[in-house]
């Protein structure tokens, strides 16, 4: 992620609890643009495939910005959800325009994320009892897999080739399942391949890398952890003494840097192969609670 690389491709957002949302210049750490989010925190961000929609979700809303507009409000407003919405996606073809309710899965306990199969057609839901539902969302079909119980589900992740999904939950462990199948009229099929104590405290956040070969686990006890999928092995502790609880993190599109943002107030970009620190993002008065970031390699 060069500075030549750097045009308006790339779009760094961190959204924090000061009821603002950054754009950031990604190489040179300068901000671009503050948009006010008044109405709550932001517990989710996610970028449109075309790069131009950014997705914040709140409590009871989702508001919709143009990122390419000097316009602080939102284009689209999303009402109608009585409590916090806590995970926000889109499918690929990334059409969310006319933004309306195609399918309602409910669940008895608070759902705190969700993650769409890359074949878009199964959602995996994670909830605070500690269940993960798979939703087949074509056919409405769905099964329920319980890694450990009453130990609320907090992050799922599938790596862009679907070979694997990875769950963390609020005692610091990840579980890591291969999948199978999912093609055509083959259902999924989930084989438990690896279960991690990945940190001490409450897990946060886990994602895979673009190249599928890295696997990341964000923490309360203030570090970010990149993993082999290999073999599951710790390849690199990303750990800083001003860092806080890691909220959220993303990865660079060619899979050799990742953002974090930390309860200190801060977003930074690291080298995943050094673990050093290459760029803060300074700005923020309350901690950050959701990073967007979409580089130019990203189709």
Not at 39 to 59: C, F, H, K, W
Not at 165 to 186: E, F, H, I, P, Q
């Amino acid at each position: 992620m060069s500075s030549d690389e750097s045009g308006d491709q790339v779009i760094l957002a961190t959204a924090s609890y000061d009821h603002n949302i950054k754009l950031w210049q990604a190489h040179s750490g300068i901000c671009q643009r503050t948009l006010q989010h008044n109405e709550s925190q932001v517990n989710a961000m996610e970028i449109t495939p075309d790069r131009q929609l950014l997705a914040a979700a709140g409590y009871q809303h989702i508001r919709m910005y143009d990122i390419n507009s000097s316009a602080p409000n939102p284009v689209i407003n999303y009402e109608g959800v009585s409590k916090n919405v806590t995970a926000v996606g889109f499918q690929e073809d990334g059409k969310s325009r006319n933004l309306h309710v195609s399918r309602i899965f409910q669940v008895s306990a608070p759902v705190n994320c969700a993650c769409l199969h890359p074949n878009q057609a199964e959602l995996f839901v994670g909830d605070q009892s500690g269940v993960i539902h798979i939703w087949d969302v074509k056919t409405e079909h769905n099964e329920q897999l319980i890694p450990e119980p009453d130990a609320s589900i907090q992050s799922i992740a599938i790596d862009p080739e679907g070979t694997y999904m990875a769950a963390v939950n609020n005692k610091g462990k990840c579980y890591v399942w291969r999948l199978s199948g999912g093609t055509g009229d083959t259902p999924i099929t989930l084989t438990p391949t690896k279960s991690l104590l990945a940190h001490n405290k409450y897990a946060l956040k886990v994602k895979f890398s673009p190249d599928s070969t890295m696997m990341v686990t964000t923490s309360a006890d203030h570090t970010a952890k990149i993993w082999k999928t290999a073999d599951f092995s710790q390849m690199t502790e990303l750990r800083d003494s001003s860092q806080r609880w890691v909220w959220d993190v993303a990865f660079s599109a060619d899979s050799q840097h990742v953002v974090t943002g930390s309860s200190d107030n801060t977003a930074r970009l690291w080298s995943v192969e050094t673990g050093e620190v290459k760029r803060e993002y300074s700005g923020h008065q309350k901690t950050i609670s959701a990073i967007a970031f979409r580089d130019v390699l990203y189709s």
